[in-house]
């Protein structure tokens, strides 16, 4: 699913569901959407007057799989977190299951080892920024900055090049979507919201997802809380019992993941 407009904020406490910009940018719309958008003031692009312009003007945030199948995508934030994502991927390899987590760069480096983990057990590592910064906050040079700073220590340090990259609160501006692309790196949301950023309870965190997971979900969940790591042996357990099939991302969306060529340094 494509998402083009609107905002889709993960605020620090707080969720608030909602568009995100979307879609692959023609150079030529680009342009002239921006010449637009100086000659108004406007920080953002105006709506497209037609369709054919905002299908020029989209580029692609995907918030969920193709619903055929029962296939979904479990997929944590801000990690890794020792006590944390640790204690989630023992629950994973006790059931021999995959997940996508989004690492932020400043945690890898203080916990390698960990890091290492997610890949070592099959699980799929994405970009979230190197300190998890609102990049709808920065200039253009410090957003880039913040990307391409996670790229390298996932490089030096995990051996690894990530395929996906994840918006810290789901913001990001229509212009700076390109610093993505031009990375190969594909943009993704989510589409059940656990909400155990507000912390209630592991059976609270645990209902929601079984209560609002369907067929092609990515499931938003962050591996900082330790209600979190509690509760995902009841989520894995209750969505195996609806049927359901874990997947990473790469896997969910039928594209090719991008992974260490040699194995990463101890």
Same mark, same amino acid.
């Given at each position: 699913? =494509? %998402?083009?407009?609107?905002?889709f904020l993960k605020a $620090?406490?707080?969720?608030?569901?909602?568009?995100?910009?979307?879609?692959?940018?023609?150079?030529?719309?680009?342009?002239?959407?921006?010449?637009?958008?100086?000659?108004?003031?406007?920080?953002?692009?105006?709506?497209?007057?037609?369709?054919?312009?905002? &299908? /020029?003007?989209?580029?692609?945030?995907?918030? =969920?799989?193709?619903?055929?199948? #029962?296939?979904?995508?479990?997929?944590?934030?801000?990690?890794?977190?020792?006590?944390?994502?640790?204690?989630?991927?023992?629950?994973?390899?006790?059931?021999? @299951?995959?997940? *996508?987590?989004?690492?932020?760069?400043?945690?890898i480096a203080a916990a390698?080892?960990?890091?290492?983990?997610?890949?070592?057990?099959?699980?799929?590592?994405? #970009? +979230?920024?190197?300190?998890?910064?609102?990049? *709808? *906050? @920065?200039?253009?040079?410090?957003?880039?900055?913040?990307? &391409?700073?996670?790229?390298?220590?996932?490089?030096?340090?995990? #051996? +690894?090049?990530?395929?996906?990259? !994840?918006?810290?609160?789901? /913001?990001?501006?229509? #212009?700076?979507?390109?610093?993505?692309?031009? !990375?190969? @790196?594909?943009?993704?949301?989510?589409? %059940?919201?656990?909400?155990?950023?507000?912390?209630?309870?592991?059976?609270?965190? /645990?209902?929601?997802?079984?209560?609002?997971?369907?067929?092609?979900?990515?499931?938003?969940?962050?591996?900082?809380?330790?209600?979190?790591?509690?509760?995902?042996?009841?989520?894995?357990?209750?969505? @195996?019992? !609806?049927?359901?099939?874990?997947?990473?991302? =790469?896997? $969910?969306?039928?594209?090719?993941?991008?992974?260490?060529?040699?194995?990463?340094?101890e």
């Amino acid at each position: 699913m =494509s %998402v083009t407009r609107g905002t889709f904020l993960k605020a $620090l406490g707080k969720s608030i569901p909602g568009m995100v910009l979307g879609g692959g940018v023609a150079t030529a719309a680009r342009t002239l959407l921006g010449k637009m958008a100086a000659a108004s003031g406007a920080t953002e692009f105006p709506a497209p007057a037609n369709q054919e312009a905002a &299908q /020029a003007a989209k580029i692609e945030f995907i918030t =969920s799989g193709p619903p055929d199948g #029962n296939r979904i995508a479990l997929t944590f934030d801000d990690g890794p977190t020792p006590g944390v994502t640790d204690l989630i991927l023992d629950e994973l390899q006790k059931r021999k @299951l995959h997940a *996508t987590f989004f690492m932020i760069g400043e945690r890898i480096a203080a916990a390698p080892h960990l890091a290492r983990r997610v890949l070592a057990e099959g699980h799929e590592a994405g #970009n +979230h920024t190197f300190t998890h910064p609102k990049l *709808t *906050t @920065l200039a253009d040079e410090q957003a880039d900055a913040e990307i &391409q700073k996670t790229q390298d220590i996932m490089g030096e340090v995990l #051996n +690894h090049r990530p395929a996906w990259f !994840r918006p810290p609160y789901g /913001a990001l501006r229509q #212009n700076q979507a390109g610093m993505l692309a031009g !990375r190969g @790196l594909g943009i993704v949301l989510w589409s %059940v919201d656990s909400q155990d950023w507000s912390q209630p309870g592991e059976a609270k965190i /645990a209902g929601t997802v079984l209560a609002e997971t369907r067929p092609g979900s990515i499931i938003l969940c962050h591996d900082v809380h330790r209600q979190t790591a509690d509760g995902v042996g009841p989520i894995l357990d209750g969505l @195996l019992e !609806r049927g359901f099939t874990f997947a990473t991302l =790469s896997a $969910l969306m039928r594209r090719p993941a991008t992974f260490s060529i040699t194995p990463p340094r101890e």
